[in-house]
């Protein structure tokens, strides 16, 4: 069993910064890939940015390219979601997601741990 827990989201302008957290725990967490997803109301879940197990690879969203960055600490049990020059559009609930396997994926079907979603508000 995996437990997750996301924190860090709140409301912010147009152009702000955030910064998520997720910690895991139950399971040896730097042998697994983490992703980060995000869904906002009447719309599916989507892909925001994946990292791999040690952290050497990451993947992204074209959405969101350039502007957020994906990073883990297995010390801690933590992977973080920086996110710069915050637009509108980027108003969801970000999820955090556990793959039983090594390698980054954009695949949501392929993450069987999830938290409880952390409330990211972008004004404009």
């Known amino acids: 069993q995996v437990q997750l827990v996301e924190s860090g989201g709140g409301l912010v302008q147009a152009g702000g910064s955030l910064r998520l957290s997720c910690v895991a725990s139950?399971?040896?967490?730097?042998?697994?890939?983490m992703g980060w997803f995000r869904q906002a109301p009447g719309k599916e879940r989507e892909f925001v940015a994946a990292?791999?197990?040690?952290?050497?690879?990451?993947a992204y969203a074209d959405s969101v390219k350039g502007r957020f960055t994906i990073s883990r600490d297995n010390a801690k049990n933590t992977v973080y979601l920086q996110m710069n020059s915050l637009k509108p559009e980027d108003t969801a609930v970000y999820y955090c997601?556990?793959?039983?396997?090594?390698?980054?994926?954009?695949?949501?079907?392929?993450?069987?741990?999830w938290g409880q979603g952390t409330q990211v508000t972008v004004s404009s």
């Open positions: 139950g399971r040896t967490f730097s042998s697994y890939a």
């Open positions: 990292i791999s197990y040690s952290g050497f690879n990451t």
């Open positions: 997601g556990s793959r039983p396997y090594t390698a980054a994926s954009e695949r949501s079907y392929e993450y069987n741990y």
